[in-house]
């Protein structure tokens, strides 16, 4: 039996509202994305061309504009506004209401907000996203209001409140990695915190945070998550510090905890859970901020929260704890170079295992033998930057080096064995990187002049305390002539170039010095001796000059 027939009209008219209902939803969906228009295309002898779109008009942008504000922006508006009321009658609770009913329209006002989101959840993507997230966060709040910062609180059994925002929080971890949303997630790692401070017992709280650091790193490695990652590492550590203050959030005066209560063990895992990234992954698989920054902030925090407690309850143990923090920042920059060619994370944690080294150094030596060792530390630094090619540690050693020596030359009274020590180290490590240069890619003089100025700088003067006053021009003599025989040994100009400085320091101490104080006899012998240097010098220039214009 044959079909009653459509009206011809019917069917076009109820198309084309379709194909209008569909091309303003994609409108709206480009407006949020911000895409611009596709390029058009025509049909050219079986081929596609692209035809340039015309640019939109004025009264376009204007509407754009106009459909992305009232869309989005209102809403933002909107939903912080009606969360933000309802946060302040959950924390205000009104007189004519009982303890319990008011809660209770609290935990009823944050089910509509969920059961909203999730109504809208297909029509009104994005604001359902926001009620969401709002709605947990608000979850929490009334949940935290049932004991703390109420008087008197509605549930008076604090354990029983603790678990009940265990409860809600891993609710916000369960739901953050099945919407795999970046912005869950950092609202459940930050409420982890919170809660632990909540605890405000030791061996809660600081377990806590570890665990909560663990799940951040799960969902930076699991789902890039980066920056949840990256607040995490600056949380934890605040959070340690605020409950080493003792935990000034809950009314506590802000004061140091009475006994340490093993906190630097905590530490200790915080930095290791946080250093997991760099070794579970290769660095390029980490986004370029990720893998300077991690590492970074990781053990800054570490070494400046552990000073803290080393300076506070270890004062004795200082030298010993500083060493060890030292040995376990090396062998995490070794196990991230050899295990992963890491060079950020190598990289930053030998700095900070070398300033714990320094840190060390200092408490156990006294003044002036600790630069001493400070000095051939800095060659150990450069031996292992070698190692590990990298400019960074080479940077940060130079410039530590010369302040280093800077302070002495101020502050310190000349040694003769601290003088031998610095010269000795600067000519090595000059020497070192002249030697290993292609391996560290330097394409700067600059380290390598640095250290041959300190030289330059600390031989004069640690023969002007060493030797008799009436020796001073003898031994720069001898020291200018020992350059001149290192540049012939190595064949390196640099040291010709210390050589003729040195000479020339050593002509105006002779004249401005040695002409007014020494005895005749001294004197004759200096001038004697800087002469026959200078023209022993010049004839050796005056013979490689003819050697060269005879080639």
């Not at 992305?68 to 007189?95: C, S």
């Not at 991230?336 to 150094?361: E, H, K, N, Q």
């Not at 030359?409 to 064995?417: E, G, K, Y």
Request: net charge positive; glycine share 6%; hydrophobic share 55%.
């Amino acid at each position: 039996m044959n079909q009653p027939d459509q009206p011809p009209s019917q069917a076009p008219t109820e198309l084309e509202e379709t194909l209008h209902r569909l091309e303003a939803r994609l409108v709206r969906i480009e407006t949020y994305l911000q895409l611009g228009p596709l390029p058009e295309t025509r049909v050219h002898e079986g081929s596609e061309a692209p035809m340039a779109t015309p640019p939109a008009s004025e009264e376009e942008k204007e509407a754009a504009l106009e459909l992305k504000i009232g869309e989005f922006w209102l809403a933002r508006v909107g939903i912080v506004a009606l969360l933000a009321g309802t946060a302040f009658f959950i924390a205000y609770p009104l007189k004519i209401l009982p303890p319990w009913l008011h809660s209770l329209i609290g935990y009823l006002a944050v089910a509509g907000l969920l059961v909203a989101s999730r109504f809208w959840r297909t029509t009104y993507p994005f604001l359902a996203r926001i009620l969401f997230g709002g709605g947990m966060l608000l979850l929490y709040y009334a949940t935290l209001r049932l004991h703390f910062f109420t008087a008197p609180p509605l549930l008076t059994n604090k354990a029983v409140a603790l678990v009940l925002l265990l409860a809600v929080g891993t609710g916000h971890f369960y739901f953050a990695r099945r919407r795999r949303s970046e912005f869950l997630t950092g609202m459940a790692v930050f409420l982890g915190y919170v809660t632990a401070l909540m605890t405000d017992t030791t061996h809660l709280t600081l377990p806590l945070v570890a665990l909560t650091a663990a799940v951040a790193v799960y969902f930076l490695i699991g789902y890039g998550f980066k920056t949840v990652g990256l607040l995490s590492v600056v949380w934890a550590y605040l959070t340690h510090l605020l409950w080493l203050l003792g935990n000034p959030l809950l009314g506590h005066p802000l004061q140091a905890v009475a006994t340490h209560q093993y906190n630097l063990v905590y530490l200790f895992i915080y930095a290791a859970i946080f250093a997991l990234p760099n070794l579970w992954r290769a660095e390029n698989a980490l986004p370029d901020a990720t893998k300077i920054l991690l590492p970074l902030l990781n053990g800054a925090g570490f070494f400046g929260v552990s000073f803290l407690v080393i300076i506070t309850f270890f004062a004795a143990e200082r030298a010993g704890l500083s060493f060890i923090i030292s040995a376990c920042f090396l062998a995490l920059a070794i196990l991230c170079w050899v295990w992963r060619d890491s060079r950020y994370a190598t990289s930053f944690y030998a700095c900070f295992g070398y300033l714990a080294l320094s840190a060390a150094i200092f408490t156990r030596f006294t003044s002036p033998h600790y630069f001493i060792w400070l000095g051939w530390q800095s060659l150990l630094v450069i031996s292992t930057a070698i190692w590990f090619r990298s400019k960074i540690v080479i940077v940060a050693n130079t410039f530590i080096y010369l302040s280093i020596f800077l302070i002495y030359l101020i502050s310190a009274p000349a040694t003769a064995a601290v003088n031998a020590s610095y010269a000795l180290v600067a000519l090595l490590s000059a020497r070192l990187l002249n030697w290993k240069t292609e391996r560290l890619a330097l394409k700067t003089e600059l380290m390598r002049n640095a250290y041959l100025a300190s030289a330059f700088v600390i031989i004069p003067y640690g023969l002007y305390h060493a030797v008799p006053r009436n020796y001073v021009s003898l031994s720069w003599l001898g020291a200018a002539v020992f350059y001149f025989l290192m540049s012939l040994i190595l064949k390196n100009k640099k040291y010709r170039w210390m050589a003729m400085l040195t000479i020339l320091l050593t002509a105006i101490y002779v004249f401005a010095i040695d002409l007014a104080r020494l005895e005749a006899g001294y004197r004759i012998l200096s001038f004697l001796a800087l002469g026959v240097v200078l023209l022993v010098i010049s004839l050796l220039y005056a013979r490689s000059h003819k050697k060269m214009t005879q080639v």
